[in-house]
């Protein structure tokens, strides 16, 4: 039973960021993001990541790295899409 509601609550966390990664890239724009939240929780996730590898809970190893692998997609995102852009923006004279 425990391992059911493990097995529900790592796909429903990972389930929770694709909704992020379709709006990053439908508006390409990521400046209302935080760069440093979404590095502190890929950060987190590694450690969980380690440490289940080093209690050789295979499920929960999977888990977290497809979790990296979202977080990945968000963080790289930010810094294409938001403040931290080397984008040059063009503005009309005038503005």
Same mark, same amino acid.
């Given at each position: 039973?425990?391992?059911? &509601? ?11 960021? &694709? ?7 439908? !508006? ?20 969980? !990541? ?5 209690? %050789?809970?295979?499920?929960? !190893?999977?888990?977290? &790295?497809?979790? &990296? ?16 852009? !080397? ?7 005038? %503005?």
């Amino acid at each position: 039973m425990f391992i059911l &509601i493990g097995i529900m609550g790592g796909i429903m966390v990972n389930i929770g960021c &694709i909704p992020q990664v379709i709006k990053l890239f439908r !508006t390409r724009r990521a400046k209302d993001l935080s760069l440093s939240s979404h590095l502190l929780y890929f950060c987190g996730i590694a450690f969980l !990541t380690v440490y289940s590898i080093h209690i %050789e809970d295979a499920l929960f !190893t999977v888990l977290n &790295i497809v979790g &990296i692998i979202g977080l990945l997609v968000i963080i790289s995102a930010i810094l294409l899409y938001g403040k931290f852009s !080397t984008k040059v923006r063009c503005r009309k004279i005038g %503005e």
